[in-house]
């Protein structure tokens, strides 16, 4: 295996084996339970940080025969727009997280510095909810959002998706569903180490099992609770699972980031460069030693930083086009 980064790998001995214990069908709902109980959910004044951001919690109009979808809106306090918008999914793997857990963050490196504002989707989770329902959350949300760019006061075409991880794989299934959709159409998609691909068929899937955060036990898990019977199936849609796609053409830029030592490094850069034989734009960043979330678990650490710096320059070329 690729060896961890010296940083990160003193942050991964001390987090311990307990939280990096796969997820199995049988340990799942536990898992969940577990997730739901530690992971923060701050409220919408605590993200307004004493004043420093506006921020509101919309409930819109879901998918067909669905409910209604919560957003989480968030900007820098005393801006006025039309302000660029990132359109953000959470990560967890498409069976945990929230909508609210990454918004201090997203607030402080992305939306002040480059006077962005923010929705992110409180999305379905399976098994509760399996595939196509947490996509057509984040597209109901989209659309919902560009066609009331006026009221909340956002530039309708300058609007970027992205996500983390789950999140990260639900931003690039967004961008094929609404380009065949012809809906919303965004100016770029930033892939955060993006889970892509069903099948862990790729040499990094077995090269990494059961090392660093994230193992292809768990991902197998994950991935049966969203397709169900579809787990696997030859003729799985590309929205259900990106890595699937076979014409990638017409894609907005894309930033595509993963680790050199985790099991979504093949899937992600085969998709970078499928981007790149259809003719489209992707800047792709393979972090070396870096394993799945290393920067959420080590920030302070020099990848940490570097890939934080890579992420915010690319954000600013995609936004002054």
């Known amino acids: 295996m690729p060896p961890f ?32 109980a530690a992971r923060p959910r701050p409220t919408a004044e605590d993200l307004r940080a004493d004043g420093r951001f ?17 957003l989480v809106s968030a900007r820098p306090a005393g801006l006025t727009g039309p302000l660029p918008l ?19 963050r997203i607030l402080s490196e992305w939306a002040l510095p480059l006077e962005l504002a923010v929705i992110s989707v409180e999305y379905r989770l399976a098994p509760r909810t399996r ?36 999140g990260g794989g639900l931003a690039a299934a967004l961008a094929l569903l609404t380009r065949d959709r012809g809906g919303p159409r965004p100016l770029g998609q930033l892939l955060l ?34 397709l169900g019977e579809r787990y696997g199936a030859a003729d799985l849609a590309p929205y259900a699972a990106p890595s699937r796609a076979t014409d990638l053409s017409g894609l907005p830029p894309a930033y595509i980031e993963v680790g050199s030592a985790e099991m979504f490094r093949d899937e992600d850069v085969a998709y970078a460069n499928a981007i790149w034989q259809a003719g489209g734009q992707a800047e792709l960043h393979v972090w070396p030693g870096a394993y799945h979330g290393f920067d ?26």
């Open 5 to 36: 980064d010296p940083e990160l790998s003193v942050a991964l001995t001390a987090m311990g084996k307990e939280p990096r214990e796969s997820v199995t069908p049988r340990n799942l709902a536990a898992r969940q339970e577990r997730d739901a």
């Open 54 to 70: 506006e921020v509101a919690e919309l409930c819109v109009p879901g998918p067909p025969d669905g409910p209604d979808v919560t």
């Open 86 to 104: 990132l359109y953000y999914m959470h990560g967890g793997a498409m069976i945990m997280g929230n909508a609210w857990s990454v918004l201090p």
């Open 131 to 166: 595939y196509p329902g947490p996509l057509e959350d984040c597209y109901a949300g989209l659309v919902w959002a560009a066609g009331h760019a006026a009221e909340l006061d956002i530039d309708a075409d300058r609007v970027i998706i992205g996500g983390k991880s789950a």
């Open 193 to 226: 180490c993006p889970m892509l691909d069903d099948r862990d068929i790729t040499f990094s899937s077995h090269q990494m099992t059961g090392l660093g955060t994230w193992d292809r036990t768990s991902n197998a898990t994950a991935w049966k609770a969203l």
């Open 296 to 321: 959420s678990l080590a920030p302070r650490a020099a990848l940490s930083q570097d890939a934080r710096d890579a992420r915010i320059r690319w954000l600013r070329r995609v936004l002054a086009r």
